[in-house]
């Protein structure tokens, strides 16, 4: 059977002390799902980042709402319970998107329990085929090095960058350090 866990894990405090300090999240991903091209990636994202993905899959997602993502706040990075509140939004945020794509491609569920939520599915399943959303979980390229590699803007390609970081074992590597 299909399916593909999405992680977000082990909030990091970066540059702590200093006026740029910013706290970043692991992202972990394992799938058996065609849609994917890697079946495994490790990468660590921002919050930031995440409000810029949400932006973006809003645009493919037309009137349908783009699930929420946890509040902003500059002033708790050093709050444990803060840091543990946001990456658990973070993970439903992602979850959201991971559940519709299953349950449009689920071949064992019946298509009437699926009608009534149908067109929300599609519309988050058209965002989860998005090449920006695979970049983000799938590599480590900045936020305007997905809309260059998206955009036909760089001489590789979504895929290539995709098989290109996982094959460097960047994404395991990282996550044996940590």
């Given at each position: 059977q299909e399916f593909v866990a999405v992680r977000v894990q082990?909030?990091?405090?970066?540059?702590?002390?200093s006026w740029n300090s910013f706290v970043d999240y692991k992202i972990f991903l394992h799938t058996n799902s065609k849609a994917?091209?890697?079946?495994?990636?490790?990468?660590?994202?921002?919050?930031?980042?995440?409000?810029?993905?949400?932006?973006?899959?809003?645009?493919?997602?037309?009137?349908v709402p783009v699930p929420d993502l946890p509040a902003k706040s500059i002033f708790y990075y050093?709050?444990?319970?803060?840091?543990?509140?946001?990456?658990?939004?973070l993970q439903a945020f992602l979850d959201k998107w991971v559940l519709a794509f299953l349950l449009l491609r689920s071949?064992?569920?019946a298509l009437t329990a699926v009608l009534p939520c149908l067109n929300r599915?599609?519309?988050?399943?058209?965002?989860?085929?998005?090449?920006?959303?695979?970049?983000?979980?799938?590599?480590?390229l900045s936020l305007a090095h997905i809309q260059d590699c998206v955009q036909g803007h760089t001489p590789f390609t979504v895929t290539d960058a995709i098989l290109?970081?996982?094959?460097?074992n960047q994404g395991f590597a990282q996550a044996q350090q940590e």
């Open positions: 082990d909030p990091r405090v970066r540059n702590e002390g994917f091209t890697a079946k495994t990636s490790c990468v660590r994202r921002r919050y930031s980042e995440f409000v810029w993905l949400k932006k973006q899959l809003q645009k493919n997602a037309g009137l050093w709050n444990e319970d803060f840091l543990e509140g946001r990456r658990k939004g071949r064992r569920r599915v599609v519309h988050m399943t058209v965002c989860l085929s998005d090449s920006q959303l695979h970049l983000f979980l799938q590599t480590q290109t970081y996982a094959s460097s």
